[in-house]
């Protein structure tokens, strides 16, 4: 091996980093346009290869390589930098977290120590969900997958000392990370963090830095690899808006930004290229990826936890910009104070880093088994928040209750089509009256429970849409009407807005199918028994299970904001297609007229018991509004 030693530094490497953590950051952000900036961790894996085969056949050229100095270097290059993160985390952790999501922040530590967090992180989440957002350790799976490759990856070398022989095994690893790609399943994201999945991306950086010091890379012109070269990474770049969780799966596609990379790595640049990722700024960024990519997850984490507090918000613009630049700036203040200090250190200094890092190392261990053991550490929530949370619990608890007494009972359309011929009907009917049939999804179940609350001396049925489509439930319940003529006081119908709102889009097209639907039946049902469309209510999206009482000023508001400009255009929509087809409709939002501020926690106990449903007290709170409503009450006569 007679290459010459490698630079520590190629400046477009560098500038490849930095567009590949920005487009983590950016993803995670939820920046729009930035759908495929996950594969920035692919790149990620590469560059790392690459570099790190780099050096290692500069060593060997040398005769300098040992794997004592390999493994020194990775020790200095990262630990130090992870375990600040992970103290700095941990402190914030223990002071804004729940206890069951602290128990499972733990675990999560506990692995990352033990470089296994790519698995436990496959086990406990979907990576593509809206909770992962929250898990302050999540994107450290990629670390543990890139240490447990650098493990092996030095004695490897120490006995196979030829590049013909290196070469031989990154193949047969690669191809072995191929074929268990090829095997895995694409149902669940777990595949997303395997080692075996995953190990291809590393070696092919290796075998780039293998093929970069042979001469087979001189065949083609000088001219014709440069615009091989931009082209790659202008294709890469144009990757990034259009990439999604159907392409981070292993498979072919999770593979193009993989080989892109490797062009753009093989290849020579055009001047233009290396000029503008030689831009000082995004030099800076390149050099600090590292940092920037370690404190992005928890800082974005921890932001959402205070601001948001539920995966189902929408940040504002700024909010989102801020947080970018927050950790773009926070990495950057890292890899100056903490991770480039430490990688010069020699001498006594350096041991006593590495003595400082495996104790705190410890520390956290054994205080990550102390959490789990006490469950959490219960006893550090002040009272306060203890008795929030119980009032949550007994909230959550009654979210699905169903009302029942006397003449309060949810019916069927068979057992609704025969009510002549029903006993209880009949007597609840002589009773109290005829009844008020309330129908639609799980929201007509909250209005049933609210009207059964509030009206004890009233007969209410409920026949609810379970599994049934709209149109369906619509068509039937037209059809029992019809035929049966059941003597009814009226008949409720009320759905809820999120039956048509997807990823906080208004899926309109469909709204309008659906309603139509509805609507045909109803101008039937109309001319048989009194029909009244009850709106949507609000939902205010806070999962109350995540509901924090320890990070202070609860900011939920931003979710409840979304929440209630997409019902109120929903419940704007189906007053007008309504009044079209002369239809009566009521809006349930202007009769509740909720307010967050002073609705949502009630000295009587949440009024929502989880992100969309009533609680009882929410039932009997919104139930009395419902039925002192002058136009309800003229129906109810």
């Not at 495929?36 to 790392?48: A, H, L, P, W």
């Not at 359309?413 to 008020?436: H, M, V």
């Not at 609350?453 to 619509?474: C, D, K, M, Q, T």
Request: with cysteine; hydrophobic share 45%.
């Amino acid at each position: 091996m007679n290459s010459a030693p490698a630079s520590n530094h190629i400046r477009e490497i560098d500038g490849m980093r930095a567009i590949a953590v920005l487009a983590v950051v950016l993803y995670h952000a939820s920046i729009r346009g930035f759908n495929g900036g996950f594969f920035g961790v692919d790149v990620f894996f590469v560059i790392s290869g690459f570099v790190i085969t780099r050096k290692t056949l500069s060593d060997l050229s040398s005769g300098e390589f040992s794997p004592f100095e390999f493994y020194r270097r990775r020790v200095r290059r990262i630990l130090p930098a992870v375990i600040v993160i992970l103290f700095v985390t941990t402190f914030f952790a223990h002071k804004w977290l729940l206890p069951v999501d602290y128990m499972k922040y733990s675990e999560t530590l506990k692995s990352v120590l033990t470089l296994t967090s790519n698995r436990q992180i496959a086990r406990e989440t979907n990576y593509f969900s809206p909770d992962t957002a929250f898990l302050p350790l999540a994107h450290l799976w990629s670390l543990a997958i890139e240490e447990q490759f650098y493990l092996v990856f030095p004695i490897v070398v120490f006995f196979m000392n030829t590049k013909r022989r290196l070469a031989i095994i990154l193949i047969a690893v690669s191809a072995w990370s191929l074929i268990s790609m090829i095997l895995s399943s694409t149902e669940t994201s777990a595949p997303y963090f395997s080692t075996s999945n995953r190990v291809a991306q590393l070696a092919f950086g290796g075998l780039c830095a293998l093929f970069v010091s042979s001469k087979m890379h001189t065949e083609l012109r000088a001219n014709i690899k440069t615009i091989i070269n931009a082209v790659a990474l202008a294709v890469l770049l144009l990757l990034i808006p259009f990439y999604s969780a159907k392409q981070a799966v292993p498979s072919i596609l999770s593979l193009v930004p993989v080989g892109l990379t490797c062009i753009f790595i093989v290849l020579p640049r055009k001047q233009i290229i290396v000029s503008a990722l030689s831009f000082k700024p995004i030099q800076i960024i390149g050099r600090a990826s590292f940092s920037i990519y370690l404190v992005h997850q928890p800082l974005l984490a921890f932001s959402k936890i205070l601001i948001y507090g539920t995966p189902y918000s929408m940040p504002t613009a700024i909010e989102k910009s801020a947080m970018v630049v927050g950790c773009v700036l926070t990495g950057v203040v890292s890899w100056r104070l903490i991770e480039e200090p430490v990688r010069r250190l020699r001498g006594k200094l350096e041991i006593v880093s590495v003595v400082a890092i495996l104790a705190s190392a410890v520390l956290l261990y054994v205080h990550a088994n102390r959490v789990i053991e006490t469950g959490g550490y219960p006893k550090r929530i002040p009272a306060s928040a203890a008795e929030t949370l119980a009032r949550r619990d007994i909230a959550m608890a009654s979210a699905e209750l169903k009302m029942v007494r006397d003449c309060a009972y949810e019916t069927s359309f068979a057992d609704l089509g025969t009510s002549k011929d029903n006993a209880e009907f009949q007597r609840c009917t002589n009773t109290y009256g005829p009844p008020i049939l309330v129908a639609g999804d799980s929201h007509a179940e909250d209005l049933f429970n609210a009207l059964s609350i509030n009206l004890p001396e009233r007969f209410v049925l409920g026949v609810y849409r379970h599994s049934a489509s709209h149109a369906e439930f619509a068509d039937e319940l037209s059809k029992t009407i019809t035929i049966s003529k059941p003597n009814l006081q009226v008949i409720l119908f009320t759905l809820e807005a999120s039956t048509w709102i997807d990823s906080n889009i208004i899926q309109i097209d469909q709204l309008k199918i659906d309603t139509k639907v509805i609507l045909d039946s109803a101008v039937q049902i109309q001319k048989y028994e009194k029909f009244v469309w009850l709106g949507p209510q609000i939902e205010p999206r806070i999962d109350l299970y995540g509901f924090n009482p320890l990070v202070g000023i609860v900011r939920e508001l931003n979710t409840v904001r979304m929440s209630e400009q997409l019902s109120i255009q929903v419940d704007k929509t189906l007053k007008r297609l309504a009044k079209k087809s002369a239809v009566a409709y009521l809006s349930k939002i202007e009769i509740v007229k909720f307010d967050y501020r002073k609705d949502f926690d009630i000295p009587e106990g949440f009024t929502y018991g989880d992100r969309t449903h009533w609680s009882t007290v929410g039932e009997k709170v919104f139930g009395k509004r419902i039925i002192d409503d002058p136009r309800i009450q003229e129906l109810l006569k």
